[in-house]
């Protein structure tokens, strides 16, 4: 029932920054930990990271870790994932998601996914 629609992608210079941002159609019913995924193509879909629903515990893949930052503002019901140092490896479709609970595998529990924003690097 809750909506999810990603925006901010687009095409960028290699060492360069895009913020992502994942907007919740309507407030959300559950408190749900949201996170970005992505998939490139010819690739499985791939854990970026997670915020819990007071933002106080975030996760990061190893890949990100330090060159990207997850947070939320729950007033506005809308995560963010902020994209620095980006490499022609990020290059994928950007997923955002909202669960009880987000794993590194995917989702568990009530979940909803959104439809992707395109995140271009080039070299």
């Known amino acids: 029932q809750v909506q999810l629609v990603e925006s901010g992608g687009g095409q960028v210079q290699a060492g360069g920054s895009l913020r992502l941002s994942c907007a919740a159609s309507?407030?959300?019913?559950?408190?749900?930990?949201m996170g970005w995924f992505r998939q490139a193509p010819g690739k499985e879909r791939e854990f970026v990271a997670h915020?819990?629903?007071?933002?106080?515990?975030?996760y990061y893949a190893d890949s990100v870790k330090g060159r990207f930052i997850i947070s939320r503002d729950n007033t506005k019901n809308t995560v963010y994932l902020q994209m620095n140092s980006l490499k022609p490896e990020d290059t994928a479709v950007y997923l955002c998601?909202?669960?009880?609970?987000?794993?590194?595998?995917?989702?568990?529990?009530?979940?909803?996914w959104g439809q992707g924003t395109q995140v271009t690097v080039s070299s």
């Open positions: 998601a909202a669960a009880d609970v987000i794993l590194t595998t995917g989702l568990e529990g009530h979940g909803t």
């Open positions: 309507r407030r959300t019913v559950r408190t749900y930990a």
């Open positions: 915020i819990s629903y007071s933002g106080d515990t975030t």
